[in-house]
């Protein structure tokens, strides 16, 4: 079955870095597009980053951009986050997301927290 793992979370204060990893199984993960959400507290959760299945194609939204790049090692099958010039409003829970036909998988998230 799919499966998402991520870890690298945690607390870090502004301006500091955080990586996340997400390791995949169960699925053929050099065939598929690799994602990136987050969800603050009472928000709903949003997409921040993309990346294709060979990895030479990503994208972040623009409140991330040039701070935040998506990476993958398709020979670990494992997707990443870096995240640098972190601020508060980065404070969220992060998730790992495939999409396989209709299918979204989800992994638990890692909490990412931004604070003096």
């Known amino acids: 079955q799919v499966q998402l793992v991520e870890s690298g979370g945690g607390l870090a204060q502004p301006g500091g870095s955080l990586r996340l990893s997400c390791a995949a199984s169960?699925?053929?993960?050099?065939?598929?597009?690799m994602n990136w959400y987050r969800q603050a507290p009472g928000k709903e959760r949003d997409l921040v980053a993309v990346?294709?299945?060979?990895?030479?194609?990503?994208s972040v939204v623009n409140s991330v951009k040039g701070r935040f790049t998506i990476s993958r090692d398709n020979a670990k099958n494992t997707v990443y986050l870096q995240m640098n010039s972190l601020k508060p409003e980065d404070t969220a829970v992060y998730y790992c997301?495939?999409?396989?036909?209709?299918?979204?998988?989800w992994g638990q998230g890692t909490q990412v927290t931004v604070s003096s």
């Open positions: 997301n495939v999409q396989i036909g209709y299918t979204h998988y």
């Open positions: 169960g699925f053929t993960f050099s065939s598929y597009i």
């Open positions: 990346i294709n299945s060979a990895g030479g194609t990503t």
